[in-house]
Nanobody, 124 residues
Framework: QVQLVESGGGLVQAGGSLRLSCVAS????????MAWFRQAPGKEREFVAG????????AYADSGKGRFTISRDNTKNTMYLQMNSMKPEDTAVYYC?????????????????WGQGTQVTVSS
């Protein structure tokens, strides 16, 4: 049974940093693409960043380019999202997602597995 468990959310001031973690379990993810999405109140879930697990190739939404860094640790089956220079508009619930295949899609319906989400709040 695949499980994705996020952690690391919290309250941070504008300009600050957070690092989110997503621990994946239940099977090998070597053939997966994984991603971070976020959803603010009243808005649709949106792509933040994605990574191909076996190659480490990365993709970012424009909103996070230059501020966010996605990475993974194969030995710990863990994906990370380092968020720097955070803005109030980054406030959202952040979700970890996984799909079988070596393509990072930016649409949520392409992903088969989801974590429960972690709240990130950026105060101005």
């Amino acid at each position: 049974q695949v499980q994705l468990v996020e952690s690391g959310g919290g309250l941070v001031q504008a300009g600050g940093s957070l690092r989110l973690s997503c621990v994946a379990s239940g099977r090998s993810f070597s053939r997966d693409a994984m991603a971070w999405f976020r959803q603010a109140p009243g808005k649709e879930r949106e792509f933040v960043a994605g990574i191909i697990w076996n190659t480490g190739s990365k993709a970012y939404a424009d909103s996070g380019k230059g501020r966010f860094t996605i990475s993974r640790d194969n030995t710990k089956n863990t994906m990370y999202l380092q968020m720097n220079s955070m803005k109030p508009e980054d406030t959202a619930v952040y979700y970890c997602a996984a799909r079988v295949g070596v393509v990072v899609y930016t649409t949520a319906y392409q992903y088969d597995y989801w974590g429960q989400g972690t709240q990130v709040t950026v105060s101005s």
